[in-house]
């Protein structure tokens, strides 16, 4: 003989006779919305966790490299003073720039492990976006990547730290140009929607997966495509955007430009995340580990 299968317990006396199918939606649709935000508080700390390892990881670095970078510029730039034959003092300038770089390295990775408050000011977005793709010209030109742009009629003016604002706008514009093939276009364009400073950069270059996009304002993200993704420059838009208040989002689909949207309020904003602060699905963290900067 069979085993008999239970029955589904009734529901409320509203849903008593609804058939099983419908009963077990309805039992679901109570569950959707406290499971979300379990999910959501989840991802929160994670990304606390992810941000506090990675601030560890530059003061570490910081206090490990930074010595010995020092002496190695220190002595450099010695030798640069006695050094006469165009080859040396080439390669003793070289030492110094990489020097330097590594330096610049370490110090992007503490900002985005712990960005400091900005300093906030009246900022026209549109001016900003001009001198970002000024910025961002010989390397166009270099690759013959077009530029394609459209400015909004209305003033887009936001409470920003212009020099915050201005190097995400270049990360962005640089992120594009890279990914763009040669003899390619990128463009962007500025607009004002709903209390909100939209900055949007296109390219016609290779898109990326949904499991890319996951991981796009990860720094070093080893899975990048098509030059996306390279070393910090997507990571701290991704910071910049957060410590204004704002978000920043990457769109993909087959036979369309490939898009990414930098959000700024227009009026200044709480920094508690939210879910349109995310970041790939993260949401943000206001947790600021108290270490000294390298």
């Given at each position: 003989?069979?085993?008999?299968?239970?029955?589904?317990?009734?529901?409320?006396?509203?849903?008593?006779?609804?058939?099983?199918?419908?009963?077990?939606?309805?039992?679901?649709?109570?569950?959707?919305?406290?499971?979300?935000?379990?999910?959501?508080?989840?991802?929160?700390?994670?990304?606390?966790?992810?941000?506090?390892?990675?601030?560890?990881?530059?003061?570490?670095?910081?206090?490990?490299?930074?010595?010995?970078?020092?002496?190695?510029?220190?002595?450099?730039q010695h030798l640069l003073k006695s050094e006469s034959l165009p080859e040396r003092r080439h390669a003793l300038l070289k030492i110094v720039a990489k020097a330097k770089q590594i330096h610049q390295l370490l110090r992007d990775l503490w900002f985005i492990a712990d960005a400091t408050k900005p300093v906030l000011a009246a900022a026209d977005l549109q001016t900003l976006a001009v001198e970002a793709?000024?910025?961002?010209?010989?390397?166009?030109?270099?690759?013959?990547?077009?530029?394609?742009?459209?400015?909004?009629?209305?003033?887009?003016?936001?409470?920003?730290?212009?020099?915050?604002?201005?190097?995400?706008?270049?990360?962005?514009?640089?992120?594009?140009?890279?990914?763009?093939?040669?003899?390619?276009?990128?463009?962007?364009?500025?607009?004002?929607?709903?209390?909100?400073?939209?900055?949007?950069?296109?390219?016609?270059?290779?898109?990326?997966?949904?499991?890319?996009?996951?991981?796009?304002?990860?720094?070093?993200?080893?899975?990048?495509?098509?030059?996306?993704?390279?070393?910090?420059?997507?990571?701290?838009?991704?910071?910049?955007?957060?410590?204004?208040?704002?978000?920043?989002?990457?769109?993909?689909?087959?036979?369309?430009?490939?898009?990414?949207?930098?959000?700024?309020?227009?009026?200044?904003?709480?920094?508690?995340?939210?879910?349109?602060?995310?970041?790939?699905?993260?949401?943000?963290?206001?947790?600021?580990?108290?270490?000294?900067?390298?």
């Amino acid at each position: 003989m069979a085993p008999r299968i239970p029955s589904l317990p009734e529901a409320d006396e509203g849903h008593a006779r609804l058939p099983h199918e419908q009963l077990v939606e309805a039992i679901l649709g109570t569950l959707r919305k406290p499971l979300l935000e379990l999910l959501k508080q989840e991802e929160s700390r994670l990304a606390d966790r992810k941000l506090e390892s990675l601030a560890e990881l530059a003061a570490g670095a910081a206090h490990e490299i930074n010595t010995p970078l020092a002496v190695i510029v220190g002595e450099a730039q010695h030798l640069l003073k006695s050094e006469s034959l165009p080859e040396r003092r080439h390669a003793l300038l070289k030492i110094v720039a990489k020097a330097k770089q590594i330096h610049q390295l370490l110090r992007d990775l503490w900002f985005i492990a712990d960005a400091t408050k900005p300093v906030l000011a009246a900022a026209d977005l549109q001016t900003l976006a001009v001198e970002a793709w000024n910025e961002v010209q010989p390397l166009a030109k270099s690759r013959r990547v077009r530029l394609r742009r459209r400015l909004s009629s209305r003033q887009a003016t936001v409470p920003a730290d212009k020099k915050l604002l201005r190097q995400a706008l270049i990360e962005l514009l640089r992120n594009a140009v890279q990914a763009a093939p040669s003899g390619g276009w990128v463009g962007y364009r500025v607009t004002v929607e709903d209390g909100w400073a939209v900055f949007t950069v296109l390219d016609n270059g290779p898109g990326f997966t949904e499991e890319q996009r996951e991981h796009l304002f990860d720094p070093f993200y080893s899975g990048r495509s098509a030059g996306r993704g390279k070393g910090l420059g997507l990571a701290k838009v991704w910071r910049i955007a957060q410590v204004h208040g704002g978000s920043v989002e990457a769109f993909s689909e087959p036979g369309q430009a490939t898009r990414f949207e930098l959000r700024i309020p227009l009026k200044r904003r709480s920094r508690t995340a939210t879910p349109s602060q995310s970041r790939n699905g993260h949401l943000p963290t206001t947790a600021k580990p108290n270490r000294r900067r390298p």
